[in-house]
């Protein structure tokens, strides 16, 4: 796939024959992108973002447009550690779901997170079966640094977070090396149990 996420069956302006166009953000995209991630977020699906946060961050976001222009999905990818990275901010509006939207989101920011040297991305989700069929496990939080755990605190759910982590292995021997090092820093309110099954 080439870096617009786009593949052979690419039209003239970009987008396929589904009509859709994934792309990265641009600062014009922004209340779109807050718009759709807080009309899920209504829905308890994902955490609201004030448009500030969306601008602040533009540059980890990608979007899927139609051909009318309009923002029918997005994704973001935030670095978290010098080998970790989350994939957020997942949404397709009702419209445009079930039409490989998501995946095409994911797999564009799965290329930057290969390009930037990443050894593993995680998301934190509700969508469980969605990621495994892009190749995600579910992992116990436990594994993550404690940097992972500072959005938490703002969330309201903070203390009894019911969403799965799962991770996607991008370099398995570096992967190895992180649960180790990540365990070093992780987050104290999780089990010793979990931890222990982490990094075994
Ligand atoms: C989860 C979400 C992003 C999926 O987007 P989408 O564009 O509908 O997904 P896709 O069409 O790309 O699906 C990719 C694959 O996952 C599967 N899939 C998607 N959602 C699924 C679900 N809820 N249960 C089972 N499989 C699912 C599809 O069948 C498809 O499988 P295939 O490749 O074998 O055909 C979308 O439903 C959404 O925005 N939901 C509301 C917000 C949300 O929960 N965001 C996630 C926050 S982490």
Not at 1 to 11: F, P, Q, W, Y
Not at 26 to 41: C, G, K, M, V
Request: aromatic content about 8%; glycine content about 8%; some cysteine.
């Amino acid at each position: 796939m080439s870096k617009s996420g786009t593949d052979s069956s690419t039209r003239r302006n970009g987008h396929n024959r589904t009509g859709i166009l994934v792309r990265k953000a641009r600062l014009r995209d922004a209340e779109q992108i807050a718009h759709l991630i807080n009309h899920f977020a209504a829905q308890g699906l994902m955490l609201p973002k004030n448009i500030l946060e969306v601008y602040e961050h533009i540059r980890e976001y990608v979007v899927a447009e139609d051909e009318t222009g309009q923002v029918v999905g997005c994704g973001a990818l935030r670095l978290m550690w010098h080998d970790l990275g989350e994939i957020r901010s997942l949404a397709v509006a009702e419209t445009a779901q079930g039409r490989g939207v998501g995946r095409r989101i994911v797999e564009l920011l799965l290329e930057e997170a290969r390009e930037l040297g990443l050894a593993c991305v995680f998301a934190l989700t509700y969508q469980v079966p969605f990621f495994e069929k892009l190749g995600f496990r579910v992992v116990p939080k436990a594994i993550f640094p404690q940097k992972v755990w500072l959005d938490c605190q703002l969330c309201p759910k903070r203390l009894c977070c019911d969403e799965t982590a799962m991770i996607l292995v991008l370099d398995e021997e570096r992967t190895a090396a992180g649960f180790k090092e990540w365990a070093r820093f992780s987050f104290e309110g999780v089990g010793a149990g979990d931890k222990a099954e982490a990094v075994a």
